[in-house]
């Protein structure tokens, strides 16, 4: 069967600007380090995958010792993951507040893989509770039910590094020629492409100036009918797919080698398929 696999942050929903640069900046305030990140810093501070690397990312000596951090590495180390517990239950506190919305066309495309057979999944190493509540926020509890969580830090290399799909894969027992992702981000297309997968960018709020080659159909977003219409704008488009004003299923399975032939599969089955543990993470290079 074929496979739709979903980026977090930025995919499902915008969450970057609006959920997790102000749940960093809480958090420093909250255990007194002297900085708050604008968000032109967290522009480039994003390009960092994951969130205590991007915490990491103040360590220098001049910001430990202004801020009377220990010295000790080990220390360090448990000062930087007790910010990041906080952050998170901040985050999560925004994005279960319902304050952030979910991206356009998400719930939709989704349900139609759903219908179609498709094997549904999110892939992010972002910590694992902050995916599932932006999950239950974009497709809610029913559908979110039916997708595979990859996240955290059941990898040790971050994007663009391959290795969370890669894990995705293999856990999923999937043709890697049979995924399409769905990223925002240039790390995020590089960590799919990686990984043998097609993928399709949706451009957020810091990655509309990224560069995208090397993605099968770059867009604004999957777009909705009315009601709520979002028209997609096509970026980019090298297979010629021409999609219509919102995407639809078949569009993406226009990327993969056989196309069309994934549409009509039937129902999918009743959840997620089991998941085995995970094995040690691929080493660092």
């Known amino acids: 069967m074929p496979a739709l696999i979903f980026d977090c942050d930025g995919v499902l929903a915008d969450t970057e600007r609006d959920g997790h640069l102000p749940a960093f900046n809480a958090t420093f305030e909250e255990f007194g380090l002297p900085v708050r990140w604008s968000d032109a810093e967290y522009a480039q501070r994003v390009k960092v995958g994951g969130g205590k690397e991007r915490m990491r990312t103040l360590l220098t000596p001049e910001f430990v010792a202004a801020a009377g951090l220990p010295a000790d590495p080990a220390a360090l180390e448990e000062q930087v993951a007790a910010w990041h517990r906080r ?50 926020l974009a497709m809610g509890p029913e559908l979110a039910a039916h997708f595979g969580v990859f996240a955290g830090d059941l990898v040790q290399r971050k994007k663009p590094a391959p290795d969370i799909y890669a894990v ?18 240039r790390n995020g297309m590089l960590s799919a492409l990686g990984a043998g997968l097609a993928c399709a960018v949706t451009t957020s709020a810091y990655t509309e100036e990224e560069d995208f080659t090397g993605a099968r159909l770059v867009v604004t977003s999957l777009g909705d009918p009315p009601p709520k219409e979002t028209v997609t704008s096509v970026l980019s488009d090298p297979l010629g797919v021409r999609p219509g004003p919102w995407m639809e299923l078949e569009d993406l399975a226009a990327l993969l080698p056989d196309g069309g032939d994934h549409i009509a599969s039937g129902p999918s089955g009743a959840g997620p398929p089991d998941l085995a543990p995970p094995g040690p993470p691929p080493p660092s290079h």
């Open 87 to 136: 952050k998170t239950e901040i985050y999560t506190g925004i994005i279960r507040s319902g304050d952030i919305p979910p991206r356009p066309g998400v719930r939709r495309v989704a349900e139609q893989a759903h219908e179609a057979g498709w094997t549904l999944a999110v892939a992010s190493t972002s910590a694992e509770v902050s995916v599932r509540s932006v999950l239950e």
């Open 168 to 185: 995705a894969v293999r856990r999923l027992d999937l043709d890697p020629a049979r995924v399409v992702a769905i990223e925002d981000s």
